[in-house]
């Protein structure tokens, strides 16, 4: 069981430049989420789903699109990228709304994130 | 909106006692979660420990304990018997009926051997 995988790792950008970050999940999750965590700060929602073919805006959308094609797929494009979107980018994904042990908010890796 | 501040940017303690990390919120709803995570170096976020709102009991699991203060709108973190792999950044987070989850900046824990 894979989780939430993240790819890539690693990512430089050029100003101007666009890019989608992948994330997949094989738990059958229907909410997922995508964070950015600036240095010293606490994560940030861009956008979220809570199931294929629904997303909506989060607090810090700007500058990002999303698609929920599938259950399992999530992917955030940046289509501009500008110097501000240098973060790391977490995705997450849970089974509902509830947060439980048992069923709790699952992270992916993450993706550091450099524009110059 | 909804806001959570954690007022201890780093925090350390001596392995095996015990430390308390502070985390407040800002909220006019009645019905909440509250939420300790837990991120490594590896960036993986763990959660530590849970709360819902309308129980009046504090959480625990294990070494973790909360306590929450409802009227006050604080949410601490209690880790005792600090342990090595315990180093890592800690959230707080704070969720109500939708699907957002609001963070906190976070606190650094440093254990030291």
């Known amino acids: 069981n894979a989780g939430v995988t993240q790819t890539p790792k690693f990512r430089i950008l050029k100003i101007g430049q666009s890019m989608t970050l992948q994330c997949t999940q094989d738990?059958?999750?229907?909410?997922m989420y995508w964070y950015r965590q600036d240095p010293g700060m606490g994560l940030k929602l861009i956008y979220y789903?809570?199931?294929?073919?629904?997303?909506d805006k989060g607090e810090v959308p700007n500058g990002y699109n999303v698609s929920r094609s599938t259950t399992e797929d999530f992917p955030l494009r940046l289509e501009l990228a500008a110097p501000s979107q240098t973060s790391v980018y977490f995705c997450?994904?849970?089974?509902?709304?509830?947060?439980?042990?048992?069923?709790?908010?699952?992270f992916g890796n993450g993706t550091r994130l450099t524009v110059t | 909106a909804q806001t959570v501040t954690q007022s201890q940017p780093e925090m350390s303690v001596q392995e095996a006692e015990t430390v308390t990390l502070s985390c407040t919120y800002d909220?006019?709803?009645?019905?909440?979660?509250l939420f300790w995570y837990k991120q490594p170096p590896s960036r993986q976020m763990i959660l530590v420990i849970r709360?819902?709102?309308?129980?009046?009991q504090n959480a625990t699991e294990n070494r973790f304990s909360v306590n929450f203060q409802k009227a006050a709108k604080s949410f601490s973190l209690k880790i005792s018997d600090s342990q090595l792999g315990d180093a890592a950044m800690y959230f707080c987070?704070?969720?109500?009926?939708?699907?957002?989850?609001?963070f906190g900046q976070g606190t650094r824990l440093t254990i030291n051997p």
């Open positions: 997450a994904s849970s089974i509902d709304r509830g947060y439980s042990y048992n069923s709790p908010l699952h």
């Open positions: 909220t006019s709803e009645s019905d909440y979660y």
């Open positions: 987070a704070y969720k109500e009926g939708a699907q957002k989850l609001v």
């Open positions: 738990m059958n999750h229907n909410y």
């Open positions: 709360q819902e709102a309308y129980k009046q």
């Open positions: 789903s809570v199931g294929a073919g629904i997303t």
